[in-house]
T-cell receptor, first 117, second 113 residues
Framework: GAGVSQSPRYKVTKRGQDVALRCDPI?????LYWYRQALGQGPEFLTY????????KSGLPNDRFSAERPEGSISTLTIQRTEQRDSAMYRC???????????????FGPGTRLTVL | GQNIDQPTEMTATEGAIVQINCTYQ??????LFWYQQHAGEAPTFLSY????GLEEKGRFSSFLSRSKGYSYLLLKELQMKDSASYLC??????????????FGSGTRLSIRP
């Protein structure tokens, strides 16, 4: 596709269930970022990848959160044993190359709205 | 620690000029971004500064002073469609050009006729 896509767009789950959120970056983009965004706030960094390597996961709130990008393209953010405080918009972004001007711009996906009941 | 400060809300008049300020304190610095986010939509890229000075792009300009940890976004000839949140973000120090990016809370700009 032309842009970053995320699925599902909306996810409602019960407390204690596991959820997997998918991000499909722009084809060929090297870097992929995961953010969480509360209403009225800026995106909160969770983790990012260059190719398939997870470069920084310091923003993951706790060990219930994990992410992978096994083939350097599609990424999955998994939340185990969900809690109500996990309810938020989860956004993915990708950017192009590691050098040159193209890497400067991040393209954001539409996000997944997660609601934990 | 890492901290990015910008005003929570601003109001301006259609056709006027507005300046949105951003100050930052981060463990490293490898560039500053401005993004625009309309309500219910994803952020979209506006500008990137890595060197001191002013970058102009149409009605929007962005300024950076690394020694002061300060940036501003200048919007000219304001239009109603400019009503949105404006996010300041800093690229942290990284061994490569692609590294961790920290966002501020955003400035919600309202344009009145």
């Amino acid at each position: 596709g032309a842009g970053v896509s995320q699925s599902p767009r909306y996810k409602v789950t019960k407390r204690g269930q596991d959820v997997a959120l998918r991000c499909d970056p722009i084809s060929g983009h090297v870097s992929l970022y995961w953010y969480r965004q509360a209403l009225g706030q800026g995106p909160e960094f969770l983790t990012y990848f260059n190719y398939e390597a997870q470069q920084d996961k310091s923003g993951l709130p706790n060990d219930r959160f994990s992410a992978e990008r096994p083939e350097g393209s599609i990424s999955t953010l998994t939340i185990q044993r969900t809690e109500q405080r996990d309810s938020a918009m989860y956004r993915c972004a990708s950017s192009g190359h590691l050098t040159g001007s193209e890497y400067n711009e991040q393209f954001f996906g539409p996000g997944t709205r997660l609601t934990v009941l | 620690g890492q901290n990015i400060d910008q005003p929570t809300e601003m109001t301006a008049t259609e056709g006027a000029i507005v300046q949105i300020n951003c100050t930052y304190q981060t463990s490293g610095f490898n560039g500053l971004f401005w993004y625009q986010q309309h309500a219910g939509e994803a952020p979209t890229f506006l500008s990137y500064n890595v060197l001191d000075g002013l970058e102009e792009k149409g009605r929007f300009s962005s300024f950076l002073s690394r020694s002061k940890g300060y940036s501003y976004l200048l919007l000219k000839e304001l239009q109603m469609k400019d009503s949105a949140s404006y996010l300041c973000a800093v690229r942290d120090r990284g061994y490569s050009s692609a590294s961790k990016i920290i966002f501020g809370s955003g400035t919600r700009l309202s344009i009145r006729p």
